[in-house]
């Protein structure tokens, strides 16, 4: 992984640039670098996405980018694993996890899929496929390395 990749989230309450996962300044430079690479993809000013909420990736692709309470930002293919409702549409930000409306999925900033059953126990399920993210210069940054054709 270079240092420009972030493992899986990124967290940066701050808005400014990217912190622990991120590692996005040392090797990306500059927005306009990363546009020309195509490696790295804007999806939304920092400011697009405020805390607890979610935004779409891309039109073009199934990808869906979230910030929880705390600041923490991850992305993840947007396709739910349980039976692919589209997280996009279904999903909530509550806390610090993603949550799949359709059946109540829960998937934490990692991806490891949950879900608490009706007394309480937490029963694993399956994870999200994540994104590479990243949030630099007042931007969130994506890999675009899904495949649109499934
Ligand atoms: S489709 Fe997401 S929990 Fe069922």
């Not at 940066?12 to 670098?33: I, K, L, R, V, Y």
């Not at 400011?47 to 891309?58: H, K, Q, S, V």
């Not at 990808?63 to 589209?86: E, F």
């Not at 806390?95 to 934490?108: A, K, V």
């Amino acid at each position: 992984m270079s240092d420009s990749e972030s493992s899986s989230h990124a967290e940066s309450p701050s808005h400014a640039e990217s912190s622990s996962h991120a590692e996005s300044s040392s090797h990306a430079g500059s927005s306009t670098e990363a546009e020309r690479s195509g490696e790295w993809r804007r999806v939304a000013s920092s400011e697009e996405l405020g805390c607890e909420a979610l935004i779409a990736g891309d039109e073009r692709d199934y990808s869906v980018v979230w910030r929880t309470r705390s600041g923490s930002i991850s992305a993840a293919d947007s396709r739910c694993p349980h039976q692919l409702a589209n997280l996009v549409h279904c999903g909530r930000v509550l806390g610090e996890e993603l949550i799949c409306q359709e059946h109540g999925w829960r998937f934490r900033n990692s991806g490891e899929g949950h879900k608490l059953s009706a007394q309480g126990r937490v029963d694993g399920k399956a994870a999200l496929s994540m994104i590479a993210v990243r949030e630099s210069e007042d931007a969130i940054w994506i890999r675009a390395e899904l495949d649109t054709d499934s």
